[in-house]
């Protein structure tokens, strides 16, 4: 019903930067919130930023400063500008939606499938 898809990701050297997209599809009746999270080998997925419902931006503490998130003209598009990266911000990013889906007033998390960022040293 819903599908989320990034796009951005590759391979690149420490203090470069990259810049994410995700597009959100489907059925969607609203966004309520929407943002990026990651998830390196071996450790839990964890948010790096975010719109909340209010409108107002997470981040983690660790990408405070070097990272940006921001939304296109639609409102299905979010991109994530990551700035002077580091090789610990390697990991698989993800976007997720929070979405109420047409014909429902029940609102669902929904993820893309991921894309990989590479830091070297």
């Known amino acids: 019903q819903v599908q989320l898809v990034e796009s951005g990701g590759g391979l690149v050297q420490t203090g470069d930067s990259l810049r994410l997209s995700c597009v959100a599809s489907?059925?969607?009746?609203?966004?309520?919130?929407m943002g990026w999270y990651r998830q390196a080998p071996g450790k839990q997925r964890e948010l790096v930023a975010g719109?909340?419902?209010?409108?107002?931006?997470n981040y983690a503490d660790s990408v405070k400063g070097r990272f940006t998130i921001s939304r296109g003209n639609a409102e299905n598009t979010v991109y994530l500008q990551m700035n002077s990266l580091k090789p610990e911000d390697t990991a698989v990013y993800y976007c997720?939606?929070?979405?109420?889906?047409?014909?429902?007033?029940?609102?669902?998390?929904?993820w893309g499938q991921g894309t990989q960022v590479t830091v070297s040293s």
């Open positions: 997720k939606a929070r979405v109420v889906v047409r014909t429902t007033i029940f609102e669902g998390d929904y």
């Open positions: 489907g059925s969607i009746r609203r966004i309520n919130a």
């Open positions: 719109f909340t419902s209010g409108g107002d931006t």
